[in-house]
């Protein structure tokens, strides 16, 4: 990456979740963006670290690498879903047979830039990695405000599939004026010296 190259990810807001074996089989054949060699998974109790590995060999083996954080959750899977059958019109009043279910270990990325993003080398490299996830899960959300050379990019990805997104700049409330409706304690006439 050259030093001119500027990329920033601003904003980030996850609700991603997707099966984790469906996230180590699309890690093992993904793509990485240029200057990522590989991703390695690490797994502590209920706790996932994606951490990217640096294909610039000057970076120290100590230098914090940008890493996704996500949480395993355990999540009934059915074969058929409750509510359909439960809500399907029925002639007899025969016992239900149970629907067939497992527990599923899912992979949830959820959280705000700090808590799913985090360290700032080859972090807008690992926000693409991000998005490739976003692609492959079928239920989640991702939203972002990220810069790349200058330019602002919204990204919006919905249950996997991209969706329309404009960056809106709004007035902040530290950026209004002193005359926008609060109280003027010096000319204040029921405040007497």
């Known amino acids: 990456m050259s030093s001119e190259d500027s990329r920033h990810v601003y904003r980030l807001h996850s609700t991603l979740e997707l099966p984790l074996e469906d ?8 793509s990485y963006p240029e200057s990522v060699t590989d991703v390695e998974l690490t797994r502590r109790n209920n706790t996932l670290i994606l ?7 000057t970076v120290s083996k100590y230098t914090p690498t940008a890493q996704l954080k996500a949480s395993v959750v355990e999540n009934r899977v059915y074969e058929e879903d409750p509510d ?34 985090q360290n700032s080398l080859l972090q807008y490299e690992m926000f693409q990695v991000l998005c490739d996830i976003a692609h492959q899960t079928e239920k989640g959300t991702l939203t972002a405000i990220s810069e790349r050379d200058g330019d602002l990019e919204a990204t919006r990805i919905v249950d996997g599939e991209p ?12 950026e209004r004026g002193s005359g926008s409706g609060g109280v003027n304690w010096r000319d204040n006439k029921f405040i007497s010296d």
């Open 23 to 30: 996230l180590e089989s699309h890690l093992e054949t993904a």
């Open 51 to 57: 951490k990217a590995v640096s294909d610039d060999e």
């Open 84 to 117: 359909e059958r439960r809500n399907s019109f029925r002639w007899d009043d025969e016992e239900e047979d149970e629907i067939e279910s497992e527990l599923v270990e899912f992979a949830a990325f959820k959280g705000d830039r700090e808590t799913v993003l």
């Open 163 to 174: 969706r329309p997104a404009d960056v809106e700049v709004v007035e902040g409330p530290r």
